[in-house]
Every structure is written in C-alpha cells, then in structure tokens.
C-alpha cells in the first residue's frame, strides 16, 4: 500500500492505476468506513482512500481541534483492507497559500446539517471536488449515515459533469443499534447508553411504516416521542423526500426521516430510509 502525502505524488500513481473506487475520509476509521473500503476493493481495479480533517466543513464553535485522529491505526485498517493508496495531504496541501475558490452547493445544502451548520457543505462540496480532482476515480463511496452529505454529493457530481459514479452504502450500527461514527469517541458509557435512543426512535418509525403507516405527522411524532429523553437534547426531526430533502405534508411512498441530537459531548445524527434503499438513491 502507497502511503502518499501530495497531489503530485497522487497524480503519478493514478496514471499506473486502473479503475480507481475512492474512499474520502477526515480518518478515525470504523467499522462504517470499513465496509466503505471493502466495497471499493471488491468493484473496482484498486481503491484509494483520503484522510484528511477538512478544516473548511467545520464552524468556529464545532470539534475541528478536538476531532480525533489516529493515522497511525488507519493506516495499518487501510492495508488489511486492501486499500491500494492513501492520500494524507496537509492543510498546505489542500488549501495552499492564495486559495480562494469554493464550491456553494444548491437548496438540498441549506437544509437539516446545512442549516444547523451553516457553510457546512461548501466546505464539504469544496475539499470533495478538490479530492476527486486529484484522484479522478471511477466511483467514489459515501455511507449512508450521512444521507444529506451523500445527497449534496450527489448532485454536485452531476452537476459539474465529473462522471464519477458516487455510491451510497447503507449505515454500519453496532449491535444494540448506534450508527458507528467518529464522533462516538466523545460519548461516556452513560452517553452511549442514551445515544441509543436516537436509532430506536427510528426503527420505531420503521415498524409502524412496516405496519402501512404513511402518514408524515404520525412517524414524526414517534420519532420525536422516542427520542425525548431527558439527557438528549433534539435538535430536529424530519420526515422528507429522499431526493429533495424537503418536509413531507403527505403520504409519499419513499421517506427519509433524520434526526439529530447532543448526547454528552457530542452531536450525533441517524437517518433511515424506508421504501427505498440507499443503493439505489442516484445523483436524482
Ligand atoms: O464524511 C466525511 O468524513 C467528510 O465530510 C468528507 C466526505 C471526507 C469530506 O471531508
């Protein structure tokens, strides 16, 4: 496996690769991302994977600082799995001196993460871009976790033409039912605990959409109900169209309901899909 650190550097190993399936990460690999990486070495030539904590995604009050970092660990996950490369550029690197340019995505990035989190997505939507720039893969790969992120991707991809395939692959949980993330690092045993209330509120959407409930109101309110807990402090729940990302006022055949909280130290979100699977969610 070829560690490497510049664009440069990337650009040489590309031109002796074959079909390239990319993994963008900002590092702490989990199990999420390796499922994400085990499906890029299996469909395509070689994978490649990024590691970078994208300062520009982050507000002046989120986690950059704190964000953890492992590279050592990633590594050494990167090359049991089979990863081909591994770009690990500097903040230099990506955003050298006179850097101006940013990518401002359309309406998808203004709602949910993008506005609890404004500039989010620009940030997001720039270092992609920059990434898949560099890399030029044939597919890249996205976890579902992220449903919004993956949308806004998505549609960028489309929109500027770069005719890569963007891949959602569905959410990796652990086994009582909290999305692996990096950010569960934060958590304490008591917080973990509490975290859970967030995808047992959602699959309790999901047994009443099993049961023929269509009606938004009503799996909002049980999201909502569930996930209410004194220790958790809800931020939103949406109940939306799956490609648009917009509130849904009635019954509709394909949802998407996130939520997102702070639990501890820590603000986590969750997402399910029901009616559709995330394999199946193109740029729309
Ligand atoms: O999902 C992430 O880890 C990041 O948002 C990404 C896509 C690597 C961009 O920094």
């Known amino acids: 496996m070829k560690v490497v650190r510049t664009a440069t550097e990337v650009r040489a190993w590309r031109a002796r690769s074959g079909r390239v399936g990319f993994v963008p990460t900002m590092g702490a690999l989990h199990a999420g991302h390796a499922a994400l990486i085990e499906r890029a070495v299996a469909e395509c030539d070689v994978a490649a994977v990024s590691i970078f904590v994208n300062p520009t995604q982050f507000g002046p009050h989120d986690d950059f600082r704190s964000y953890p970092r492992n590279e050592f660990a990633d590594l050494a996950l990167c090359e049991r799995l089979g990863a081909a490369m591994v770009f690990v550029p500097s903040e230099d690197e990506m955003y050298p001196a006179g850097d101006a340019t940013r990518i401002q995505p359309g309406a998808l990035a203004l709602l949910l ?8 997505f620009v940030g997001v939507c720039t270092v992609v871009a920059k990434l898949f720039a560099i890399v030029r893969p044939e597919a890249a790969y996205f976890g579902q976790k992220d449903f919004q992120q993956l949308r806004v991707v998505q549609t960028m991809t489309r929109d500027l033409r770069f005719g890569i395939r963007v891949v959602g692959c569905p959410t990796v949980r652990e086994p009582e039912g909290l999305a692996m993330s990096s950010r569960n690092a934060y958590l304490e045993a008591e917080d973990r605990r509490n975290a859970l209330a967030l995808s047992r509120a959602l699959f309790a959407a999901g047994d009443l959409w099993s049961g023929g409930e269509r009606d938004p109101a009503v799996l909002r309110d049980r999201v909502k109900k569930v996930v209410s807990q004194p220790d958790v402090a809800l931020e939103y729940v949406s109940v939306a169209d799956p490609y648009t990302l917009e509130e849904l006022r009635g019954p ?22 029901l009616g559709l699977d995330v394999d199946g969610v193109g740029p729309g």
């Open 113 to 120: 993460e993008g506005a609890a989190r404004p500039g989010h």
């Open 252 to 273: 509709a055949g394909q949802v998407v309901i996130s939520v997102a909280a702070r639990v501890g130290k820590a603000r986590l979100i969750d997402n399910v899909l």
